[in-house]
């Protein structure tokens, strides 16, 4: 691979030109205003697929946004990797928060500022560059398959049925995916297990319309102060979720997995420094690590209702929402937390008012062993460029599509990610190290080499 | 007042005309971008006032808004009367939920849609008219002043220095204002009581940026989820507030007064199809008038934070905040309450967030005595017009400055409102009957009669 990992270091900035002409393109997938740069996007992708080297690259639309799927058959025989990327990104508000504008890309202080830099358009665009290299310099050893989507975060909501139409196209030995971070950059890491998700959104409503806090407060119940209660109710003083049943399918870590856990390096101090938080806040009985890896957790990721605006205004609001969303660990399955949260939020909503419980998305829990061939190649690239053997690793996060995939495909995922935690990924000025672009690409490299000798 | 009443049935149709004028001004003063409309309202009125036959009319100059002086001396020995009223309004949103725009008014259904129409212009504007009728046919039997003033809907911030500044310029027998409602059109009345104020706002930080709820949930104290939890502890499942030594000083009704009070026409039936709502919900052991009228309460006026947007964002927000307002009865003092929550906030608050408390405005409880002549001239008008003699009663709402007025210019208000609670103030579709409008201006013209024979 050394004409390859040369042909990167000889076109790495011309692969950053590239990128920030796709970071430019504003494909936020829960903004439905964005429907054509969705479109946009992905043609874009075909083109620098084709341009790479692909034997076809094609937009394949779905129901929702469209799928970019590409091959390169090397030889039928050949083994193959099933990249899997998305090129949607979060929103980007609080926008005046960014000190550069999102879709107007910039380098500084050696990383790549805006909406997409790392999460998912930077490490997705890793792998198309690996791939050009190791077709341009006639050293890709298998054969390639992309599969990049849209609708990533808001839950890959058409991905299945595609995969499920497309099984015979996609057929692949493993499926590898740039979506995920390292512990740091001394500490390089493999995710070998993601949360599950649960994403639900409730609306409190009580009178019919906003009323005069003056002339009915204290006689009506006011949604906002209803859903705070509710809200409240969900987790206890311990850390728990109290909706029933909710834990009954947690996996417990037995003493000795707790152990091997917990070796992972953290430091609690800079933990809470770099949030600049004076403590943290969870589960009694679990540390920081476990409470994001191996335990459910609920969230609420917005809440509304009332006046928000500028000054006061004497209003009991008709109502009140929040979206609240569950990250689930094996063996917890989505639909069935989704059910369990709406029959108990319904169940303790109080009869002065009504309540409506929707669930927006969800995905599985997921666990990669580590014995797999493709994992023992995806951790010896990493020893190779980074000098040092990766950490398995428990992710808090979710790709919800990860599970569905060996569901569907009957093919396990490598998370490789080079993502870092500074990256700040869903939050105002996300970025994305150069060299961890470099890097990166140069991993996936070896990668290939190491899996085409399993 | 014959000729008066004669005046004002002629002129009616124009009466109503003109306040269309003034409300088409959107003078809301919690929007500061609406400050140039306040000076027009007000200059507005001036000229209207100039035209109602006042001897001098002028807009005064506060730190805030101006405040619309005018004033009719007909005779230094006689008694003097004065008015007060505000010409700001309430913020229009959710202004989708109006089914006419708030500043173009329309009459439809005999009514006067549009806001303002009611709270309060339409209601002062009643009192210019009454004014313009007796002056045009002699009838103006004594002295009358105007003070109309432009932040009542932000809690009256400026006018109590300008009362202090200008006490003898007001010197008065009694004030008259019309800024509340009767029970119901059959069951007229007086509010000799309100509610006093005290509006806080609260900010919950957690960590310093939005962040990933994948990668931190569960492990990081969501100041979303604990801003709702401090809410929700304010209240107990008795719907008594927890905030110690909040009721220290409440009064508490005897049985015979708690009798007294209760005897007011009141359907529970017809108060919840009214607001659509299967159950009220206040606190345990009082009526649904007490609650309102004699017992404080606390609402959340606003609350916000995260993802607010369309589809899903797994975020945990930085930041969550909401508007609270409570309202006090007598004893009670605002700024005694405001320092009560303030320190109970702040102390319940968990050690992984940080908050802040801001006091955004209040006032005092008022309790007006029934046997004053001003009172008893005010229920003989309102007998006159209504054909029934008016109950006394005790309004949830507050007038922060009435108990104000009381200390700087040692004067008593009589709370002599027109308004019908399905006029829907503070909330979108705002009107007033035009009846309400006729009707409440011939009231006044005979309150100064039977004030004047005192």
Request: proline share 6%.
């Amino acid at each position: 691979m050394e004409k390859a990992v040369a042909y990167i270091k000889e076109n790495q900035e011309r692969f950053v030109e590239e990128l920030f002409d796709v970071l430019r393109i504003p494909s936020i997938s829960a903004e439905s205003c964005h429907k054509e740069d969705m479109v946009k996007c992905a043609q874009w992708l075909v083109n620098s697929l084709l341009k790479a080297g692909a034997d076809r690259a094609v937009v394949m639309p779905t129901e929702g946004n469209p799928v970019v799927y590409a091959e390169k058959i090397v030889a039928p025989e050949k083994p193959t990797v099933l990249i899997y990327g998305h090129y949607d990104v979060m929103p980007v508000d609080p926008v005046d928060q960014w000190h550069t504008a999102p879709f107007e890309p910039v380098i500084k202080e050696g990383r790549i500022w805006g909406r997409g830099a790392n999460d998912d358009k930077g490490q997705s665009f890793m792998h198309v560059k690996a791939f050009e290299a190791m077709v341009a310099t006639g050293e890709l050893p298998c054969n390639v398959k992309f599969m990049i989507e849209g609708e990533e975060e808001i839950g890959s909501e058409h991905l299945s049925k595609w995969c499920a139409d497309h099984k015979e196209m996609l057929a692949a030995d493993v499926i590898l995916v740039s979506d995920t971070s390292l512990l740091a950059w001394d500490t390089p890491s493999i995710t070998c297990g993601l949360r599950g998700l649960c994403y639900m959104e409730v609306e409190v409503t009580g009178p019919n319309k906003d009323l005069h806090s003056g002339l009915y407060g204290g006689a009506v119940a006011n949604p906002a102060n209803v859903l705070s209660k509710l809200v409240a109710s969900l987790v206890d003083d311990q850390g728990h979720i109290t909706i029933p049943h909710f834990y009954d399918k947690v996996r417990e870590l037995t003493p000795g997995e707790r152990d091997a856990f917990n070796k992972a390096p953290f430091s609690l101090e800079k933990y809470k420094d770099a949030l600049d938080i004076d403590d943290v806040q969870g589960e009694a009985g679990y540390t920081t690590m476990e409470r994001t890896g191996v335990r459910p957790s609920l969230d609420v990721n917005g809440i509304w209702g009332g006046y928000t605006g500028e000054g006061t205004k004497t209003v009991i609001p008709s109502k009140a929402s929040a979206k609240i969303s569950m990250r689930l660990v094996p063996d917890q399955n989505f639909e069935e937390i989704a059910k369990l949260f709406t029959a108990h939020f319904e169940a303790i909503a109080p009869s002065s008012v009504k309540v409506c419980v929707k669930t927006l998305h969800g995905g599985e829990p997921y666990v990669s062993p580590t014995d797999l061939p493709a994992y023992r190649a995806a951790a010896k690239a990493i020893e190779k460029t980074f000098g040092k053997a990766p950490l398995p690793f428990y992710s808090g996060g979710s790709i919800p599509i990860i599970s569905t995939f060996e569901k569907i495909l009957g093919l396990k995922s490598i998370l490789m990610g080079f993502g870092l935690d500074r990256d700040a990924i869903h939050s105002p000025n996300e970025s994305y190290g150069l060299e961890n672009f470099y890097r990166g690409i140069e991993t996936i490299v070896w990668f290939y080499r190491y899996f085409a000798e399993k």
